[in-house]
Every structure is written in C-alpha cells, then in structure tokens.
C-alpha cells in the first residue's frame, strides 16, 4: 500500500497535487493496478517504476483521464487545463504531415483555445523554445523526417510552452541518444525546481536513483512509495519481478472498501 504520509519531510506541510483513494484500474474488468490510497505533494518529483507490465502506463492513461477505474478513485488539485501528459513515443503517428513548429506550437493551445491564431509574439516564443531545446532551423521540417532524439526534444519544447502545473511523462528518455538524454534531464530538473509537480514512468533504475529523490514501486500493486533509496531495495525488486511473472489476467476484480469514498 502507499503510505499514506507525505514523501519528504521537506513536503510535509506541503498540499496534495494528487490522491489516490483505493484506485484499481484495469481493462475488460482485468484489474491492471490494485487498491493504489495515499498522496503525492506538490512539487514533487517522482518516478513510477516496475516489471513490465506492471500497470506503470495504466496509471498515467487513467490521471489524464483516458481510463476510467474499476473501483475507487483520484483527486487531482490542478486545473484540468494545467496538466500536460506525454505518451510514449512509440504511440506517435510520425507519418502525419505536421511540421516541426506546428507541432510545438500546439503547446499553446491552453492559451489560444481551438480556433485561436498565432500572433507575431507568440511565432517569436516558438522559434525560441526550439532553440532552447537544440532545434533552431528545424521548424520547417516534417516530424516524421526528424530522428527519435530531435523529436522528443521538439515534444518537450511543446510541454514547455504548456506551461503545466502537473507534467505526467511516460518513458521520456526511452530510444534517444545519450547527449539528448542529459539536455532533458537538465530540463525536468528546471521545472522541478519551479515548483511543478512530475511524475515520470522510467525503466533505468540508476538514472532514478540519481535524480529522482521519490520513487513508486508497482507490480499490480504498491509495493513502495516514499524517498527512493527507501523504495529500490532489493528485497522490494526481487517482489516485484515475483508478482509480475505470477499475474493472472483473468483474475476477477477484488472489492476493498474506499476510505474516503473518491469518485
């Protein structure tokens, strides 16, 4: 279970950016993530990691609201509007014929709503955010003619002009070259340092332990949630791995009483 405490001391006195009230999510009523209760702080920087399979995804699908739970619930304090969520890359249609500024531009969106244009200053505030992220001269290009580093540069420099209070990131450095990796880094580390809240499925554990100070362990279940050293212990690993390789998905849903009662 998560513990129902805040994940840093620093934090305690800190407010909620996300509560999870006995949360199960699944697909076809097969329970991908079981009974998930406790509170992520504002602020936060946190990692979400697990086998494969292990519903680290699913999670994130369901904060945005792309999934429904099975039982249970959330809470999250920020505006619909001010969450900003970056799928996996390999969930990308790179044959849609966009160019690189129009797809960065989209990060504007919040501010000019659907039927908006783009002024003078805000096309200026564009090409300056791709040079922020290495890409000045490429706007013009199609997404689909740039390599996986060049465009997961161009998919943070439409986070940036986001502006988001809540950045939900799933697998954000996975198949890009080592030098983009660092300069991405530098960046969820800047906004950590802004006070937004981030929350980031991730496979390399040392990469975690290095720069992710609190850390979520699941495997269809929590089985760590607090200061990552705390969380990546062997012992918890070596559950993980275990409950993994023993899932049942045609397991039936099991009922737990809410604690709260979170829609």
Request: glycine share 10%.
């Given at each position: ?19 999870f009230d006995n949360l199960t999510l699944g697909y ?111 706007e013009h290009r199609p997404v689909g003619a740039l ?43 800047d906004w950590h340092a802004q006070g937004r809240t ?66």
């Open positions: 279970m998560l513990r129902k405490q805040p994940l840093a001391p620093t934090e305690a006195h800190a407010p909620s950016a996300i509560v076809d009523r097969h329970p991908a993530v079981h009974h998930l209760c406790g509170e992520i702080g504002r602020g936060a920087l946190v990692a979400v990691v697990g086998p494969n399979g292990a519903g680290k995804s699913t999670l994130l699908k369901a904060l945005t609201g792309e999934l429904a739970p099975l039982q249970g619930g959330f809470r999250i304090a920020a505006d619909p509007r001010a969450i900003a969520y970056l799928p996996q890359q390999s969930e990308l249609d790179r044959s849609f014929p966009v160019s690189v500024f129009d797809m960065v531009a989209m990060g504007l969106w919040r501010k000019l709503g659907p039927f908006g244009g783009i002024d003078r200053i805000q096309r200026a505030l564009v090409r300056e955010t791709l040079a922020a992220v290495g890409l000045a001269g490429v390599s996986g580093g060049q465009l997961q540069r161009a998919r943070f420099a439409r986070l940036m002009l986001q502006d988001a209070e809540l950045l939900l990131l799933d697998e954000p450095f996975n198949g890009i070259d080592s030098r983009t990796t660092e300069d991405l880094i530098r960046l969820v580390l981030i929350v980031a499925v991730l496979h390399d554990l040392e990469r975690v332990r290095r720069y992710f100070p609190q850390c979520l362990l699941v495997a269809r279940e929590a089985l760590g949630f607090g200061a990552t050293g705390e969380v990546l212990t062997a012992a918890n690993l070596a559950r993980a791995r275990e409950l993994a390789e023993s899932f049942d998905e045609y397991a039936p849903v099991c009922h737990r009483p809410a604690s709260t009662g979170l829609a």
